[in-house]
């Protein structure tokens, strides 16, 4: 398949920042059971909570926002009408496409409320000599359970997202077992990547390091896992598609067409597959090793933990676009085997 | 809508006999003509006349050789096969539309494309393992075989008339137009009696169309049975009477 710029950029910037959302909202939901050694007034200068959350620092949740923003507005450049794109959010009933779009818009509900109450708690608080006991529950409370939509929201969002490739049948290499874990657990991952490079509580910094060790392997070992199990699909024959292996051994002679038509250009695309063994060590090595090596100096040696954070996200990223590429471009349809191509 | 309408009882699709389809591209191009300038047109071309012109078509002429083993050795049986969409019974590429631009109409299973509501993500294009759909560059919209239906319901036209361009255009009749979903039907009839088949039963779109496939050839391989001349009965008395003495020398 012809990887198309727009939804590479789609996946990965919106992956990463559902990826962070979700790990702000599940530590915005449980942030409460954490309260007691946590509580304020916290070094980073965060009153959106009364109590510091885990993976909360400023700035996360807006950049992530902006990533998200950034990807769904890419996603609109793939269209061959984006003024009409409101109109995907009405097929829910039958459609990933459309579920995803409604799901994306539903996301930026708590995340949109997160990022008012942001900005005014603070101000309420500095208004307010004491807090009651009844308003810091109340606001607790609510982040809470906004934190819980988000994260929902945000799985949610990448679950649709995968499940439109996923459900493809005629592209084997979409319609894959290892697919939906893979768009998951990557978010995940992009979301582990975004969130190292800001300040945050610094007992939440050996965790965030060493589970960000840990899904980069596992994530490195599902890709594997993926391409190996898509190097052993059978391909369609020119014989099964047309039906005629029956007769005998087709060979097509003649193309229907002297020039590119949109199927042999949007489908016909070779180049990845020629390459893949050289882009999957590429993918394997800037998007997992390197990020993990990065996190596991980081640990070491907390003084290097900001460039070291900077340079695995840069590294990570550039290496899941690398393998979002491949994703895409390594696929092979089914109406290829009409073309003998 | 894009979820799918209850199994219709009219089934309407095209059976192709691929044992006289000469390859002549009539069908593809006849279709080009009356979809152009249809209810469902236009189908816009890119640089028509330059170096590397493109466009939507709906219908798609491949030409296979088809190497069997014969006992005097392998030879090729040439196949064209012309290929468009099949109006299948349950498509996936009405369900994956997210806009409901894409359906399958519950009258007579015809699946079309609302070109005013498709937005062009062409997720249904990635849907179809036959091809059938093409991505307009210069609509933004995704555009495909219609089935004509603007000319089988069209009572402007004389009734004969009534039946997709690409039927109409077929100079060998390799190509049937029909009521799939009645057994009775001429072409259902067809079908039974040729052994149709539909393309890629595995992905269990439920293909409607059937393809009739090349009867075996007459050398080599052949089944015996086709080979037997049928035995002709003349009737000498109602012969005039100069051929009638002919049949008689000759018969001596």
């Given at each position: ?55 909360w ?59 008012a ?23 607790l ?43 998951l ?32 392997l596992?994530?490195?070992?599902l ?10 699909q ?33 489908m ?74 | ?6 199994p ?39 640089d ?23 006992p005097?050795?392998?030879r ?15 498509p ?18 015809i699946?079309?494309v ?49 039946q ?45 169309n ?30 005039p ?10 018969s001596?």
């Amino acid at each position: 398949m012809r990887p198309t710029f727009s939804i590479i950029c789609f996946t990965v910037l919106s992956g990463i920042g559902y990826g962070a959302w979700f790990l702000i909202g599940l530590g915005l939901a449980i942030g409460r059971v954490f309260c007691g050694p946590r509580s304020a007034p916290n070094a980073t200068g965060v009153s959106l909570v009364l109590c510091h959350p885990p993976f909360w620092s400023p700035g996360a949740l807006e950049l992530a926002f902006l990533l998200v923003g950034i990807g769904l507005l890419c996603s609109l450049g793939h269209l061959g009408k984006p003024r009409r794109a409101w109109r995907a959010l009405s097929q829910w009933r039958s459609s990933w496409l459309s579920r995803e779009g409604v799901a994306a818009l539903a996301t930026f509900v708590p995340a949109t409320l997160l990022l008012a109450a942001a900005i005014v708690v603070p101000m309420i608080i500095a208004g307010i000599p004491a807090p009651s006991e009844q308003f810091s529950n109340w606001v607790l409370l609510s982040e809470s359970a906004l934190g819980l939509l988000l994260a929902a929201g945000s799985l949610l969002t990448v679950f649709c997202t995968a499940n439109i490739y996923a459900s493809l049948k005629p592209i084997r290499a979409w319609h894959d077992r290892h697919v939906v874990p893979a768009y998951l657990l990557l978010a995940l991952y992009g979301g582990g990547l975004l969130l190292p490079i800001f300040p945050m509580w610094k007992g939440d910094q050996p965790i965030l390091l060493t589970g960000l060790i840990a899904l980069s392997l596992a994530a490195a070992w599902l890709k594997h896992r993926y391409w190996r199990s898509i190097d052993a699909q059978p391909a369609v024959s020119a014989g099964r598609a047309t039906g005629l292996d029956a007769l005998g051994r087709v060979r097509s002679f003649e193309q229907p067409h002297t020039e590119e038509n949109y199927l042999t250009h949007e489908m016909g695309f070779v180049l990845a597959r020629k390459h893949a063994r050289k882009l999957r060590s590429v993918v394997l090595v800037a998007a997992f090793l390197l990020p993990a090596l990065l996190a596991a100096l980081a640990l070491g040696l907390p003084a290097t933990r900001m460039p070291a954070a900077w340079l695995a996200f840069a590294s990570g990223v550039a290496g899941l676009f690398v393998e979002r590429w491949l994703f895409f471009a390594e696929a092979k349809h089914a109406v290829m085997a009409y073309y003998q191509r | 809508m894009t979820t799918l309408p209850p199994p219709t009882a009219k089934k309407l699709g095209l059976v192709i006999d691929l044992d006289i389809c000469v390859g002549c591209h009539a069908c593809a191009v006849a279709c080009k003509e009356w979809n152009d300038g249809g209810d469902f047109g236009p189908l816009p071309d890119a640089d028509p006349y330059g170096a590397q012109p493109s466009g939507v078509w709906f219908n798609r002429v491949h030409s296979y050789a088809v190497e069997q083993d014969t006992p005097a050795g392998t030879r090729d049986l040439t196949v064209h096969f012309p290929r468009s969409c099949l109006h299948c019974e349950t498509p996936a590429c009405v369900t994956v539309c997210p806009t409901g631009a894409s359906y399958k109409r519950a009258e007579d299973g015809i699946v079309l494309v609302d070109a005013d509501k498709c937005i062009g993500c062409q997720l249904c294009a990635w849907a179809c393992p036959y091809g059938a759909r093409e991505f307009s560059m210069e609509r933004g919209t995704m555009q495909k075989c219609t089935l004509c239906v603007d000319r089988i319901y069209n009572e402007t036209l004389d009734e004969a008339d009534r039946q997709p361009a690409c039927v109409m255009a077929c100079p060998t009749r390799a190509r049937h137009f029909g009521d799939l979903g009645d057994v009775d039907s001429p072409i259902s009839k067809l079908v039974a009696e040729r052994d149709g088949y539909a393309l890629m039963p595995e992905y269990d779109y439920k293909p409607v169309n059937r393809y009739l496939p090349p009867r075996p050839r007459r050398d080599g391989c052949a089944d015996p049975t086709t080979k037997a001349a049928p035995t002709e009965t003349l009737d000498t008395a109602q012969l005039p009477g100069v051929l009638r003495w002919l049949d008689r020398v000759l018969s001596r």
